[in-house]
């Protein structure tokens, strides 16, 4: 995606562009040269590592238009500088936060891992590039409002090839903070190094540096990511091969500017040291220097008249108040912070030196554009650079817009000049802002604050004169002056300014800490050649004149380098993942100058589209048949040209890959398309209505046949319905009479049958009833008897009869006689009883027919004495017995005894034979079935 290819150059347009790709999850975007990166403010998974490397390089090869990345960028550079031989510069730059130094180290990352993939020289040299990010982050960046891990410095990484092959390493620096290290803003902190010292070290290790307090310069608490972090630079420190005696002497320098930052002062006649502290004993014991000596430096000025060659005079002049010793304290810790810091410098590039190369990759990490709430000498120097650098891009874009205009075989267009000569001119030009301040820092005077402010706004009007500038800024403070950068406008102030600016180093505080007996300090500052007493010239440089010089060479190196581009920003103010704020990333392109690179791009022939997009865009204008989509496009062109007496060619041109337009003939093309397409759209709505019409015609006879199909069956189906229903209740209907008569015989017949029951019942138990009555009474028979049985009452029984007859003829013939008065009339009756428990009796004979004969006596009466003799009384003695054995009550005769109590019986649910409601398998189908 490239934002200049669009056919839309307007800044709206390029923020929704970015926006959507941001929200999409592509957080890079070509515009040009430059690549634009989005801060996602998150870990992304797979964006960057060594499968993202292999991958990007392997794409590169095959694919002629690969996705942005920032892996793109320094692949690029390399095969540039392979293929030409020529020195690559890659300019990362953007507001604080942004992730400049996140995009450096992922290029620092690419450009030595790339290298390491066959030779293992290489990778250990690519393991010593990657081992100095933590090192220099660790006492270069610190924590600001904007940025966790702000780049207090700037930096140039400069690898060397040669003959193609990575070889070594340099790094250089531009204007470190040194006022950082004696005072922060709010909210802000001290160099990371600091916190990681008091956080990562034992408490063995602290003892022996005297670090077991709190100390002033660290304005607040350490966290544990400093502690993991202080692993990691102590790693850093021993895989670049430096010593633990050198480890120990870096921590040893900070120690004494830790203890340093505690120093106090007391008034006594003069203002002096207050030497009982503890902070002091140790600065002194630390730094190896005479204490009296060290107290001198901070609390007395030294005064030289003439030059180092010749002086003419010394005096010595004690500080009138505490914030001039503070002063001095703090110049004495900003000089020794910075001398370690370059002497780091020197260390890591002799550490990555090497073999000579015959080109390089310089990867710049510079500060973004500046403006604070309070604006001081650091941001005027960083808006500068970025002033000059902003300057050098937009004359080596409109030198690549040239050049692909050539390639394209276009006629160049004059796009007149935009830079931004005017800003430069106001900050060093002859009557400018540096110029006032330097020479107010050479003069033997010490002017006053609204004197140097007074000078500047004069210096910047003749400047703005001189460039034809009209509009002057308005002022509501007299120690503030502002500057209308390419950025907008911003406001500084002069409050101090001078002093930062003269950057004055005591000559006794250099030469005291030359002799020190701390080996890395008197190194320190004995091989520095800019801080050697013996070099000092007459005249003074100060912080602007050597920063301008570092700029001037660092333009002058990126002249003789092909250059790449990299604009970092953030999606909104704050520093948590979210949606881009559109209003904020507008701001901050224009800042880092996307905007200018679009407006630019704007000028001339901005609309450029290749022949396969015009072909099929604008096929629609013309039904003329081309063989290709450049013949189509001539063709279109020269039909344009001649319709329209307005458009000729100065407005539109045909390169080798695409086409170049202005805007209004590209919004002429796109009024013809829009009006063929309303054409198009109004026949096809046309057809549309027609054909809906059409099937809502034939949908509705559709519907009302089937609606009258659905209500003539329907109708039917009730029909049918209502004709089952009456059929139905007729049937019930005489179902119910015949159950009723059916039921009514039923319980009729039942109840007879149920009459007759109970009367056989009742005469078996009158019968029962007899036989015990009749079994205690004697009674004569015959002796013989084959036929009819009479007794003396003249009652005939035949044989065979049963006993229930016989019991109840008995019954009936002595139901007027008591059983006393029957047993003393039969008392002397002599009676032979056929017992029913034998199956014979042995005196009696069967005659012919198979009767038993029974032997009775004579029927007269006889004596008692008599009747005992007879054979047969044995037998009715066994009847008597017999009829003892039985039980009578409630007219059940049983030979068990009958209970007490009443037994009930229960039984289960059945459905009886006599009840009226029967199952429907049970019920009678006929008369027949009713009497069975």
């Not at 001189?466 to 800024?473: G, L, N, T, W």
């Not at 034998?838 to 008692?864: F, M, V, Y």
Request: charge should be positive; proline fraction near 3%.
């Amino acid at each position: 995606m490239d934002l200049l290819i669009s056919q839309s150059y307007s800044v709206h347009a390029v923020i929704k562009q970015l926006s959507e790709r941001y929200e999409r999850g592509n957080f890079y975007t070509w515009a040009g040269p430059t690549l634009v990166a989005i801060n996602p403010l998150k870990d992304v998974p797979n964006l960057y590592g060594l499968e993202q490397i292999y991958k990007v390089s392997c794409e590169d090869k095959k694919c002629s238009s690969p996705d942005p990345h920032i892996y793109r960028i320094a692949q690029k550079a390399l095969k540039c500088m392979r293929w030409n031989n020529k020195n690559q510069a890659i300019i990362v730059n953007g507001d604080s936060g942004a992730g400049k130094t996140y995009s450096a180290r992922h290029l620092l990352q690419y450009l030595a891992t790339i290298e390491s993939f066959s030779e293992k020289e290489i990778h250990t040299l690519e393991d010593r590039i990657c081992s100095t990010n933590p090192i220099l982050e660790s006492f270069g960046n610190a924590k600001t409002i904007r940025n966790s891990n702000s780049s207090r410095f700037g930096k140039l990484m400069q690898l060397n090839y040669s003959k193609g092959k990575l070889a070594t390493g340099q790094i250089k620096s531009y204007l470190l903070e040194q006022t950082r290290v004696s005072s922060q803003a709010t909210g802000e902190r001290n160099f990371h190094i600091f916190y990681q010292v008091v956080s990562g070290l034992s408490q063995s290790e602290k003892e022996s540096l005297c670090l077991n307090r709190s100390f002033k310069i660290i304005s607040s608490e350490p966290t544990e990511d400093d502690a993991q972090n202080f692993y990691e630079t102590r790693q850093a420190f021993f895989e670049l091969g430096f010593s633990d005696s050198d480890f120990k002497s870096v921590l040893g320098i900070l120690a004494i500017l830790l203890n340093l930052g505690n120093v106090g002062f007391s008034l006594n006649e003069i203002w002096n040291v207050k030497e009982d502290e503890e902070e002091w004993v140790t600065v002194c014991k630390l730094a190896g220097v005479d204490a009296a000596s060290l107290a001198n430096c901070l609390t007395v000025r030294k005064i030289s008249a003439g030059t180092l060659d010749k002086r003419a005079g010394v005096i010595f002049s004690p500080c009138e108040t505490e914030a001039e010793c503070i002063s001095r304290r703090d110049c004495l810790m900003r000089l020794i912070y910075s001398t370690l810091f370059c002497w780091l410098i020197d260390q890591l590039n002799k550490k990555l030196s090497g073999v000579t190369g015959d080109s390089f990759i310089g990867i710049l990490d510079v500060y973004g554009f500046e403006s604070l709430f309070k604006n001081s000498l650091e941001q005027l120097c960083i808006n500068y650079a970025n002033e000059r650098l902003q300057f050098f891009f937009l004359q080596n874009f409109l030198k690549f817009q040239k050049l692909s205009l050539m390639d394209e075989g276009v006629e160049i267009i004059d796009t007149g000049t935009m830079n931004n000569d005017a800003v430069i001119n106001i900050l060093d030009g002859p009557s400018s802002v540096f110029g006032v301040l330097n020479e107010e820092c050479r003069m033997k005077r010490y002017p006053t604050e609204t004197l140097v402010v007074e000078r500047i706004k004069k210096a910047i009007k003749q400047a703005m004169v001189e460039s034809s500038q009209k509009q002057q800024p308005k002022y509501e403070d007299i120690y503030e002056f502002k500057v209308q950068h390419y950025a907008g406008e911003v406001t500084y102030s002069a409050v101090g300014i001078l002093e930062k600016n003269s950057d004055q180093v005591p000559v006794e505080m250099v030469s005291l800490l030359s002799h020190s007996k701390n080996g890395l300090l008197r190194k320190l500052f004995k091989d520095d050649p800019k801080l050697s007493p013996s070099s000092k010239s007459g005249r003074k440089h100060t912080v602007l004149a050597k920063f301008k010089k570092s700029v001037d060479d660092l333009l002058s190196m990126l002249e003789n380098c092909e250059v790449h581009y990299i604009r970092c920003v953030k999606p909104h103010e704050s520093m948590n993942p979210g949606p881009v704020d559109p209003v904020y990333l507008m701001r901050k392109l224009k800042e880092c100058g996307v905007t200018d690179t679009v407006r630019l791009s704007s000028l001339g022939l901005p609309v450029r589209i290749t022949f396969d997009e015009f072909f099929g865009r604008f096929k629609c204008l013309t039904n003329v048949p081309c063989a290709d989509h450049r013949e189509f496009s001539q063709l279109l062109i020269d039909l344009l040209i001649k319709s329209n007496a307005s458009i000729n060619l100065s407005q539109i041109q045909i390169g080798k890959k695409r086409i170049f337009m202005s805007d209004q003939v590209y919004e002429y093309l796109e009024t013809m398309r829009i009006g063929i397409r309303r054409n198009a759209v109004r026949k096809i709505w046309c057809s549309w209505c027609s054909y809906k019409l059409k099937r809502r015609i034939k949908a509705a006879l559709i519907i009302q046949r089937c609606w009258k199909e659905y209500i003539t069956l329907k109708k039917e189906m009730a029909a049918i319905k209502i004709q089952a229903a009456y059929r139905s209740y007729k049937c019930r209907c005489t179902y119910k009479k015949i159950i009723g008569a059916v039921i009514f015989l039923q319980r009729h017949t039942k109840q007879m049958i149920i009459r007759r029951k109970e009367e056989a019942e009742k005469r078996s138990s009158q019968m029962q009833d007899s036989l015990l009555e009749d079994s205690l009474c004697l009674t004569s028979i015959p002796t013989t008897y084959t036929g009819d049985y009479t007794d003396s009452s003249g009652i005939v029984s035949p044989i065979g009869s049963d006993l229930e007859d016989f019991v109840s003829v008995r019954k009936r013939t002595s139901a007027t006689e008591s059983l006393t008065d029957k047993v003393e009339r039969n008392s002397f009756k002599a009676v032979a009883i056929v017992s029913p428990f034998r199956e014979s009796l042995s005196p009696n004979k069967k005659n012919e027919t198979g009767k038993t004969e029974l032997q009775s006596l004579d029927d007269s009466r006889i004596e008692a004495s008599t009747f005992s003799s007879v054979y047969n009384i044995t037998y009715l003695a066994e009847a008597k017995e017999f009829l003892k054995g039985l039980h009578w009550k409630r007219g059940i005769l049983s030979v068990r005894r009958i209970p007490e109590i009443a037994v009930v019986f229960l039984l289960s649910k059945k459905c009886l034979n006599f009840a009226e409601n029967l199952p429907q398998s049970e019920r009678p189908r006929g008369l027949l079935d009713i009497l069975d």
